[in-house]
């Protein structure tokens, strides 16, 4: 398997546009995390699916974030209208359940300027 | 608030040295995870605690999981310059119906030759 597979590696964009961030978890994952990282605030945790199934969105920070997951194979991130504030590394990560290990993408740095 | 601490937030030392940093939460955790990341990547998971008192051994890197299961430690034994990178736990707090793989924000320990 190739890991998890994010889309894309760096995302340029100006304040005020869509950014769609995407990811293919391993295959049979059930399942999948969006985490934000910044040096001030870590590794946050955004939302995860479970079986596809958004299941706590509680980290999502504001509207302008949103979440799909259409099938078992993909997942995407949407930010609409992005802000500088949004400027961070994204990481998709996907696991069998929680207490196993989650593996990571190489995430998606994004800036918005 | 953060549920993860982790400390010392930054470890700059010697090649040769030994060290340990620190997990800390006010909540139990039914499991304990650790990962490091560098530069570039995404986490990449280390060992899994699950037991309380737990002493696990990897190579040079010795982990503990309290005995409260609140608390977590890594300890490297005579660092290497390859053992540079961000430290970080994550783990599922125990109950409730949700389960988060929440992560500290990490100490970012720096070996120099």
């Known amino acids: 398997d190739a890991g998890v597979i994010q889309s894309p590696r760096h995302e340029v964009t100006e304040m005020g546009q869509e950014v769609t961030l995407r990811c293919k978890p391993i295959?049979?994952?059930?399942?999948l995390f969006w985490y934000r990282q910044t040096m001030m605030r870590g590794l946050e945790l955004l939302i995860y699916?479970?079986?596809?199934?958004?299941?706590?969105d509680s980290g999502m920070p504001e509207d302008r974030f949103s979440a799909k997951m259409p099938n078992a194979s993909f997942s995407t991130l949407k930010i609409q209208p992005s802000e500088p504030r949004d400027s961070a590394v994204y990481f998709c990560?996907?696991?069998?359940?929680?207490?196993?290990?989650?593996?990571f993408g190489q995430g998606t740095r994004l800036t918005v300027v | 608030t953060q549920l993860l601490e982790q400390s010392p937030q930054f470890l700059s030392i010697q090649e040769g040295e030994n060290l340990t940093v620190y997990c800390n939460s006010s909540?139990?955790?039914?499991?304990l995870q650790w990962y490091r990341q560098e530069p570039g990547e995404g986490p990449v998971l280390l060992v899994t605690?699950?037991?309380?008192?737990e002493v696990k051994k990897l190579k040079r890197l010795t982990f503990q999981f309290g005995d409260a299961r609140k608390d977590s430690s890594l300890h490297i034994t005579a660092a290497q310059t390859g053992d540079t990178g961000l430290y970080l736990c994550?783990?599922?707090?125990?109950?409730?119906?949700?389960?988060?793989?929440?992560f500290g924000k990490g100490t970012l320990l720096t070996v120099n030759p």
């Open positions: 990560a996907s696991s069998w359940t929680t207490n196993t290990e989650a593996f």
């Open positions: 295959s049979g994952h059930d399942y």
């Open positions: 699916f479970n079986n596809n199934v958004p299941i706590d």
């Open positions: 909540s139990v955790f039914s499991s």
């Open positions: 605690v699950v037991t309380g008192g």
């Open positions: 994550a783990g599922p707090p125990s109950g409730g119906s949700n389960y988060k793989l929440t």
